[in-house]
Nanobody, 124 residues
Framework: QVQLEESGGGSVAAGGSLRLTCEAS????????INWYRQVPGNKREFVAR???????LYADSVRGRFIISRGKKENTVDLQMNRLEPEDTATYYC??????????????????WGQGTQVTVSS
């Protein structure tokens, strides 16, 4: 069973930077499709960024040009570099996956796996 763990959250002043990391474990040793979402209490979970198994990336309009998603140096990790942070970026950030690529074959999981989330707070 795939387990995801987010790290790197914290508090920062507006204009600052944070790097979040999502680490996958417990599942197959493959290239995971990783999505980052964020959620503010009372609101729906909002898409932030994705890195696909072919390394293509996608960003929400609200973060494009400020956030960068990439594979981490450690195996089975994905980083989300967040620059020029704004108070509106304050949220709990979650990473999730529902498929991975192993030796040219895509494996689809029976559900989307999510981490427990990491809090990001940006003060004005």
């Amino acid at each position: 069973q795939v387990q995801l763990e987010e790290s790197g959250g914290g508090s920062v002043a507006a204009g600052g930077s944070l790097r979040l990391t999502c680490e996958a474990s417990g599942g197959p040793a493959c290239t995971y499709d990783i999505n980052w979402y964020r959620q503010v209490p009372g609101n729906k979970r909002e898409f932030v960024a994705r890195i696909d198994m072919d390394e293509s990336t996608l960003y929400a309009d609200s973060v494009r040009g400020r956030f960068i998603i990439s594979r981490g140096k450690k195996e089975n990790t994905v980083d989300l570099q967040m620059n020029r942070l704004e108070p509106e970026d304050t949220a709990t950030y979650y990473c999730g996956t529902n498929r991975c690529l192993l030796r040219g074959t895509t494996s689809y999981f029976d559900r989307t796996y999510w981490g427990q989330g990491t809090q990001v707070t940006v003060s004005s």
